[in-house]
């Protein structure tokens, strides 16, 4: 299956001094990209790359990545448009070589395999795009309604509480529930 947004290169064509390249999704790309990550709509999506080749056919990504998309607030449901920016490593890593099943290291930088001498600089930049999308995202402004989404604390020292003082959290589903029939 063929990315939404693909920008290829030959691994072979990077020089040893590295090289830059700039990629930008277009029109149709941001369409396909919008429904792939649940968004209403990606309006922009760039990213500036500088290469570097390493050893044994790797090759070092150092991503520059800015898009602005439209996303559903979680409190308001209103759309609203945000800006996304985001610096990121990754390492290309010949097919033959990667190693899935190596212990992960958070710290370490992210090994993508690739085969036939070519590499995905937009593939790559759609999973980067889909890291720093905020999964409960909240329009500037938007504020909980008051009592909702509110969490009781646990008492500072369990002892002192009376038994059944809190109320139970479900409390309230239970009472929305009889109010129905």
Same mark, same amino acid.
């Given at each position: 299956?063929?990315a ?18 700039t ?19 990606v ?8 290469? /570097? ?5 790797? &090759? +070092? $990504? *150092? ?5 602005? =998309? ?5 409190? /308001?449901?209103?759309h609203?448009?945000? &800006? +996304? $920016? *985001? ?5 290309? =890593? ?5 190693r ?34 905020d ?38 589903l ?8």
């Amino acid at each position: 299956m063929e990315a939404e947004f693909s920008r290829k290169v030959a691994v072979g064509r990077i020089a040893a001094s590295g090289k830059e390249v700039t990629i930008e999704a277009e029109k149709a790309e941001r369409v396909a990209l919008a429904r792939r990550l649940g968004l209403p709509a990606v309006h922009a999506l760039s990213c500036r790359y500088r290469l /570097t080749p390493g050893r044994q056919g790797e &090759v +070092l $990504a *150092e991503g520059w990545l800015t898009a602005e =998309v439209e996303q559903v607030c979680v409190v /308001t449901t209103d759309h609203f448009t945000d &800006v +996304l $920016a *985001e610096n990121f490593t990754a390492r290309f =890593v010949p097919a033959e070589r990667f190693r899935e099943d190596e212990d992960l290291d958070p710290e370490a930088i992210d090994e993508i395999p690739y085969e036939r001498d070519m590499i995905d600089l937009g593939e790559l930049a759609a999973e980067e795009l889909s890291l720093v999308l905020d999964p409960y995202p909240r329009a500037p402004g938007s504020v909980l309604p008051e009592g909702v989404g509110h969490v009781d604390a646990p008492p500072a020292n369990p002892e002192d509480e009376e038994e059944g003082a809190r109320p139970s959290p479900f409390a309230a589903l239970a009472a929305l529930k009889k109010g129905s029939h």
